[in-house]
């Protein structure tokens, strides 16, 4: 295999979280896309996992089941990749998730009143039934909305109603970053940084990744559908800077983001498969 012309994309997401394919379908898009590995890395949830699992059993891509976990760090979000999954660990982080999961059921259940106290009349119930199992977040109720015409599109949705500590929603708790990445690098996953640039400064990043590296992290996204060049030139210095690896995706989100292909991003998105294998090199070498 040419490593270097093989791509991939190591951050996708499916129904199980606010993509809008199943896991099945990714695979089957991934095939259609030419890829040589996915990774799906729904948002603190891996109920999607085994079904993708199944799904590329008998296909030309190879399946890395992930995980994107919600983090803070002070009073930033940033976000973690879980990548390369061990089934037998599976039941643990579930438990992990279980926690977020009910704090975050919460918070939903507290936006969905103050919406309809000020007028907005939604219905949680109907969003969890359409949701079909998958884990509620806000872009659920920002497509609640649209439908009910009180916003014009999903943007707008998320910029006034939806604003995080805005006069509606308040952001359930999340995972501490390097309790997130501790957690992450005790069950054999390699922890990976998503999109870096979208959540910190540069200042911030030659703070924050020594420690993080201390603690497990192992990679940064350097290539990432809403990065161009320059950034992307700067995220692959970082990551030699603090020899960590490089990792890269597309953010697939099926048409809950339309402008984001699978594999190539926004058009000019390229993740060698490479990445995915030195990826997979750490997680043998360090975690049998």
């Known amino acids: ?16 979280s606010d ?22 890395c729904d948002h603190n949830t891996i109920d999607g996992i085994s079904e993708f699992l199944n799904a590329a059993q008998d296909s ?15 009073e930033k979000e940033v976000h973690i990749v879980g990548l390369f999954l061990k089934e037998n660990t599976f039941k643990k982080l579930s438990n992990f998730l279980q926690t977020y999961k009910k704090l975050k059921e919460e918070s939903n259940i507290n936006l969905a009143e ?40 999903r943007e707008e949705a998320f910029d006034t109603l939806l604003l995080p500590n805005g006069e509606f929603y308040i952001p359930a ?3 501490d970053v390097f309790e997130a990445i501790e957690f992450l690098s005790s069950i054999s996953a390699v922890a990976v ?47 030699q800077k603090f020899s960590l690896l490089c990792s890269g995706g597309s953010d697939f989100h099926g048409d809950n983001k339309p402008d984001i292909k699978l594999g190539v991003g926004k058009g000019d998105l390229f993740v060698p498969q490479s990445y995915c294998d030195k990826l997979k090199e750490v997680k043998e070498k360090y975690y049998k």
């Open 60 to 74: 030309t891509v190879e399946a890395v089941p992930g995980v994107e976990l919600t983090c803070v760090y002070g």
């Open 1 to 16: 295999m040419n490593t270097n012309i093989c791509i991939c994309d190591l951050h996708t997401h499916s129904t199980f």
């Open 114 to 153: 103050k919406l309809n106290l000020a007028g907005y009349k939604i219905d949680y119930g109907a969003i969890k039934k359409k949701a079909d199992g998958a884990f509620v977040n806000r872009l659920h109720f920002a497509n609640e909305l649209l439908e009910n015409g009180y916003v014009s599109s």
């Open 193 to 239: 940084m998503a999109h870096p640039f979208l959540n910190m400064s540069y200042d911030e990043l030659l703070e924050f990744l020594p420690k993080a590296k201390e603690i497990g992290l192992q990679a940064i996204e350097t290539n990432y559908s809403l990065f161009d060049k320059a950034t992307t030139k700067l995220a692959q210095a970082l990551a």
């Open 173 to 175: 708790k999340r995972f």
């Open 19 to 40: 993509g809008t394919l199943t896991p099945t379908q990714l695979v089957k898009e991934a095939e259609k896309a030419s890829l040589s590995s996915v990774a799906l």
